[in-house]
């Protein structure tokens, strides 16, 4: 991504980005709560998560004692986290960071580092604030995601691509379920993420919505709601491995 790109995808999922905090956002809990463990995070850790959306990882670990300090490119996103919790929060987009070397015990990237310019340096520079643990979270690149194959039906393949990861010190298959009422909650859900947003601007809300409506048949439960099975992969990497070979 340019810098321009960069900023651009902070607008779009700022467009919605209460809507989404409320219906999205907390999806990612079980990796969360994963982290939380794996890494030991306690009364006085410091942590900082990288992409920190509406701040619902750093409120999970403040709530478990931690120091936490969230960055992310988007405004409106950056406001939600601050009202929601009393981390700290800062409006920085992935990169060069401002911190020395070895800031944090803890650092995280939930589906983060692809939103990156440049996603290798920004593993790098979380290598280099940290002082322990590096957590890498992201879709799981070898089992199936419900809401990448809906993706992809809709909006077509995203392009990006993540970082180049050294071998980890642990790597966690973490399920991600995401359950939905009803079609007009399944559909804001949805219409909520930033790269939506983007389609949304070339063919229009109700366009997009038809397309949704098709591609998500498949995940219809009996009673009308919709359930999408997902996986992430959990990378946890120790501070002197991944220093060592980044």
């Known amino acids: 991504m340019t810098d321009s790109q960069t900023v651009q995808e902070g ?52 709530e478990a004692g931690a120091e936490a300090t969230g960055i992310d490119i988007s405004p409106a996103m950056i406001a939600l986290a601050r009202q929601a919790s009393t981390a700290e929060f800062h409006e920085l987009p992935l990169g060069r960071l401002p911190w020395q070397d070895g800031t944090f015990d803890v650092v995280t990237a939930f589906n983060a580092l692809f939103f990156a310019q440049d996603p ?18 992201q879709w799981h690149p070898e089992l199936p995601s419900d809401l990448l194959v809906v993706g992809r039906a809709v909006r077509g393949t995203s392009g990006r691509r993540g970082a180049k990861l050294p071998e980890p010190q642990e790597e966690l298959t973490i399920d ?22 983007r389609i949304i601007e ?8 038809e397309k949704i409506r098709a591609a998500v ?18 990378s946890v990497f ?3 491995q991944a220093a060592s070979i980044s």
């Not at 890494?39 to 959306?53: E, Y």
């Not at 920004?122 to 979270?137: G, K, L, N």
């Not at 070339?202 to 919505?209: C, D, H, L, T, Y």
């Not at 048949?217 to 959990?234: A, I, Q």
């Open 238 to 240: 120790r501070k002197d």
């Open 202 to 209: 070339s063919e229009g809300e109700e366009k997009v919505a």
């Open 11 to 62: 607008e779009l999922w700022g467009r919605a980005a209460a809507q989404r905090a409320a219906l999205g956002a907390k999806m990612s809990m079980p990796a969360w709560k994963t982290a939380i463990e794996r890494t030991g995070i306690t009364a006085g850790t410091k942590v900082l998560d990288l992409a920190c959306g509406s701040g619902e990882f750093c409120a999970a670990a403040t």
């Open 120 to 137: 290798d340096e920004a593993f790098a520079e979380a290598v280099r604030v940290s002082r322990d643990y590096v957590v890498v979270c």
């Open 217 to 234: 048949e498949p995940f219809r439960t009996p009673d009308g709601g919709y359930r999408f099975s997902n996986k992430y992969l959990m």
């Open 176 to 197: 991600i379920p995401q359950v939905h009422p009803d079609e007009a909650t399944m559909l804001r859900s949805f219409l909520s993420v930033g790269s939506y947003q």
